[in-house]
């Protein structure tokens, strides 16, 4: 069966340092990754994606993530942190042998940047 | 170009009641996705539906349908009301055809569903 886990509830940063939000998949065939964030009250807001090719996939607002089929992991980075980034970050991914195309999400972390 | 939007935006039901929620999928979109969203939990797939018809379903009882229009927007009901049916109610839309599982989905900004 497909599943994601995000081991971080919580991601505590300070603004102007990287930061690393953990994400690692268990499915059958290939993977297809993706990362979303939202904000309170709000829904959610498509970062990026890997379907294939380069392990580094760079996305909106400066974040991009990298992914690492030995260690069925795809963290998202970002260089530096900005206080409006703090929000509920969330991993999903897609099997490529299972039949439809629903998202499978993690629980999600929280992204704490302080001033 | 206009993004996914979902209507009401918060609604309060009884146990046992009927809910029907509304989405508008993006301009040029053609599938429609509906997640449940609990509080401190990462969405759970219900269903999707591409050209009218349903061709994915979550584990979710036969209580949720839906349907899909031929503008491509698109309503989730829930019959028979349970409280732990309070959530977040997401729409996403995508474009491609069926079983592309590569597509992205974009999402409205949900449906806060309260059931008493």
């Known amino acids: 069966a497909q599943s994601v886990a995000q081991p971080e509830d919580q991601v505590n940063v300070a603004e102007g340092n990287p930061l690393t939000v953990k994400c690692t998949y268990s499915v059958s065939g290939n993977p297809y990754l993706f990362w979303y964030v939202q904000y309170p009250n709000r829904g959610l807001q498509f970062l990026l994606k890997y379907i294939t090719g380069d392990n580094l996939v760079k996305g909106s607002y400066g974040f991009e993530a990298e992914f690492n089929k030995s260690q069925t992991s795809f963290h998202l980075k970002k260089p530096s942190a900005l206080v409006s980034d703090s929000a509920l970050y969330f991993c999903a991914v897609r099997d490529g042998q299972q039949a439809g195309t629903a998202l499978i999400f993690g629980k999600g972390t929280t992204l704490s940047v302080s001033s | 170009e206009t993004g996914v939007t979902q209507s009401p935006t918060h609604l309060i039901k009884t146990r046992g009641q009927q809910v029907t929620l509304r989405c508008s999928s993006q301009?040029?979109?053609?599938?429609v996705s509906w997640y449940q969203q609990a509080l401190g939990q990462g969405p759970q797939f219900i269903f999707q539906y591409y050209r009218e018809e349903e061709n994915g379903r979550g584990n979710f009882p036969p209580r949720f349908s839906g349907l899909q229009f031929p503008n491509y927007s698109s309503e989730l009901n829930v019959n028979a009301l349970e409280l732990d049916d309070s959530a977040l109610y997401l729409c996403?839309?995508?474009?491609?055809?069926?079983?592309?599982?590569?597509?992205?989905?974009?999402f409205g900004p949900g449906t806060r569903l309260t059931v008493l």
């Open positions: 996403a839309s995508s474009l491609g055809a069926s079983g592309s599982v590569t597509d992205t989905q974009y």
């Open positions: 301009s040029g979109h053609n599938t």
